[in-house]
Nanobody, 122 residues
Framework: QLKLVESGGGLVQPGGSLRLSCAASGVTLDVYAIAWFRQAPGKEREGVSCINRRGSTYYADPVKGRFTISRDNAKNTVYLQMNSLKPEDTAVYYC????????????????WGQGTQVTVSS
């Protein structure tokens, strides 16, 4: 059974950076595509970024050029480097696993972490 645990969230000023981690246990991550979703209060969960089994990446338009997703198979961990953060990036961030990067279909991700809060505020 795959278990995902996010970490790295926190409070940061606009323009700052954070790196989120998604650590896996139970199964090696390299057999899954791993996505990052976020959900702000009163809003639907949205796909932010995804990396597939081959290492190809996807980014939602609002984060292109600011966020970078990567994976370290040796550490069984996926990262989301977030730079030039904006107040509208404030949300709970979740990582999730699926066979492919179905970033527009959160329901197709069978495994989810518990989420980590990111707050961008001065």
């Amino acid at each position: 059974q795959l278990k995902l645990v996010e970490s790295g969230g926190g409070l940061v000023q606009p323009g700052g950076s954070l790196r989120l981690s998604c650590a896996a246990s139970g199964v090696t991550l390299d057999v899954y595509a791993i996505a990052w979703f976020r959900q702000a209060p009163g809003k639907e969960r949205e796909g932010v970024s995804c990396i597939n089994r081959r290492g190809s990446t996807y980014y939602a338009d609002p984060v292109k050029g600011r966020f970078t997703i990567s994976r370290d198979n040796a550490k069984n961990t996926v990262y989301l480097q977030m730079n030039s953060l904006k107040p509208e990036d404030t949300a709970v961030y979740y990582c999730a696993a699926a066979p492919w990067c179905y970033v527009s279909e959160p329901g197709r991700f069978a495994y989810w972490g518990q989420g980590t809060q990111v707050t961008v505020s001065s």
